[in-house]
């Protein structure tokens, strides 16, 4: 299984407005670049996906899985788009910001970093894992193959290394 970030602005649609949509979901449409495209029909139904915020905010809020595969983006009027549907699993109680992600070393090959204007990004397990252990309640699980919720974990990561808004 493979691991994604999908970036919103949340002025546009917040984490919040994703927990609403409940077990439902909401479609991940109006993508209007060719390589989230193929990122977009590559996911699967049951992966998960780091759920940011773009703008002021910049980090990672919550989790949502793929509940429905890609299929035409309905507000794309010529047809060339995808659009997939996803739901909220889980907030982070510590967001993880891009700051504190643009820190850690073994991250600086991490889409988010290399190609911030991407809105549809694949995530190593590796980087699941090293993004993660910034939320003190979760954990990635490399071995695992991605994105895992531990709500009885707690990990040691240091005092600050958090920084920005609960959603």
């Not at 982070?92 to 820190?103: D, R």
């Not at 993004?131 to 709500?151: F, I, K, N, T, W």
Request: proline fraction near 7%; aromatic fraction near 8%.
């Amino acid at each position: 299984m493979s691991n994604w970030l999908l970036k919103t602005e949340p002025e546009t649609f917040s984490w919040d407005q994703q927990v609403e949509r409940g077990a439902k979901g909401e479609p991940w449409s109006g993508v209007r670049n060719f390589t989230a495209r193929r990122h977009l029909k590559e996911m699967k139904e049951g992966e998960l996906a780091f759920f940011y915020h773009t703008g002021e905010e910049k980090q990672i809020v919550g989790i949502v899985e793929v509940i429905r595969e890609s299929y035409p983006d309905p507000t794309d009027k010529e047809g060339k788009f995808l659009a997939v549907d996803v739901k909220a699993i889980e907030p982070l109680p510590n967001p993880v910001t891009l700051a504190a992600i643009k820190a850690e070393p073994r991250l600086k090959d991490m889409a988010l970093v290399k190609y911030s204007r991407l809105s549809v990004q694949p995530v190593t397990a590796a980087e699941v894992e090293l993004s993660r252990h910034r939320d003190r309640r979760h954990r990635g699980l490399a071995g695992g193959g991605g994105l895992v919720y531990e709500p009885e974990q707690d990990l040691d990561c240091g005092a600050g290394s958090h920084a920005g808004k609960s959603p």
